[in-house]
């Protein structure tokens, strides 16, 4: 999908503010792994929470697109500081499909706004990406539910004010509720420390007889499924998004230095065939991750189910940040491997998003069962 000249120019808008504002942060994320409240800020201030969303709800009438674009501006900056806005503007999206007008006025607005995380509580420690695994439960009683069970690896869990959790019905079914994390029984634990992306403080979080009421249950009782989907979905392409700008920043790093470093006077980047192979590899596996995220994201406007697009996404995308982060490191040699460039974190990073945020192995699985069921009779 070809960019207007418009978008284009916001991209570069958002990547410059977000090198000046952003930059000076991402030590904070990466190497103390700790939320920063600083950059929450800073994101609100580029209001990427309203982006994707119509005027009439409290956005700024743009689209998914758009969004996906900053976000892999940002990311080109920071991915762990692209993730910041995701949770958010993923329950926001979902309030504004299945929730009630009561539920859109009471909470969208303020998510629009970014006034604070609101969390995606689905994983459990024994769900991995499997749905039908959820041991949580919502159990009905009188004009509430009383919710119990364990969540695993929730970003922003202890900094959000609410989280939308998916919880077994009764009949097996499952459900998503608005709960807000200051309700008796509610409780996290500690962050984990991870690999890469730790910025969100992903936590445990424990729901001993929580008390929700009725009208913050999503949609019907066994509509959290469908909940689930559709969020997951624009999950993974705002995460290939990030792919997408781990990839560019390593492009970026791996030319400057093959540029500026010589051999007997000469760049090597203009020297060496060995090392334009590996840019030329590096910048056709980015810009053809990149259609695929922009192609998906354009359908997202349109309305239409992406979750064939927004699983290749993830696979072509994750596979891309890993890949490109790689031969940038090949192309800077031992300085890759210090801490004097950014590609030691970023080949960090690239390695997270196959693993987390969507299993490749999973998405796989997921584009597969539509191509069979396009050629089975």
């Known amino acids: 999908m070809l960019l207007s000249p418009e978008l284009v120019e916001y991209r570069d808008t958002i990547r410059a503010r977000a090198a000046e504002r952003i930059g000076p942060w991402v030590d904070v994320l990466d ?49 762990g500081a692209a993730l910041y806005p995701g949770t958010t503007v993923q329950v926001a999206a979902t309030l504004l499909r299945q929730g009630t007008p009561a539920q859109v006025e009471r909470w969208v607005p303020g998510m629009l706004r970014g006034e604070a995380p609101v969390a995606w509580a689905f994983t459990e420690p024994q769900t991995g990406s499997d749905p039908r695994q959820l041991q949580t439960t919502a159990v009905p009683d009188g004009d509430r539910w009383r919710l119990n069970g364990q969540k695993l690896f929730i970003s922003y869990a202890r900094q959000a004010a609410a989280a939308v959790v998916f919880a077994r019905t009764p009949g097996g079914s499952v459900g998503a509720f608005i709960v807000e994390t200051n309700s008796p029984g509610w409780t996290t634990g500690r962050p984990f420390e991870l690999l890469a992306m730790g910025g969100g403080e992903p936590a445990p979080i424990f729901l001993d007889d929580v008390v929700v009421p009725a009208d913050q249950l999503i949609g019907a009782p066994d509509r959290g499924f469908d909940a689930m989907i559709a969020g997951e979905a624009e999950g993974k392409v705002r995460a290939a998004a990030i792919c997408v700008g781990i990839a560019q920043r390593a492009i970026d790093e791996a030319a400057g230095y093959a540029l500026q470093r010589t051999h007997r006077g000469e760049p090597i980047a203009k020297k060496f065939p060995t090392i334009q192979g590996l840019l030329g590899e590096m910048e056709a596996s980015t810009l053809a991750a990149r259609a695929l995220v922009h192609h998906a994201a354009g359908l997202i406007d349109l309305g239409r189910d992406v979750a064939r697009e927004a699983a290749a996404a993830r696979v072509v995308a994750g596979r891309t940040a890993r890949e490109v982060t790689s031969a940038a490191m090949q192309v800077c040699g031992a300085y890759g491997l210090t801490r004097e460039l950014p590609l030691e974190r970023l080949y960090r990073e690239g390695k997270f998003f196959e693993v987390a945020q969507g299993v490749a192995e999973i998405q796989r699985s997921i584009v597969a069962r539509h191509v069979i069921a396009d050629h089975s009779a």
């Open 31 to 79: 190497r103390e792994q700790r939320f920063s409240p600083e950059v929450w800020a800073e994101l609100r201030d580029l209001e990427l929470f309203g982006l994707p969303f119509a005027a009439d709800v409290g956005g700024l009438g743009g689209s998914f697109l758009a969004f996906a674009v900053a976000t892999e501006a940002v990311a080109s900056i920071s991915a």
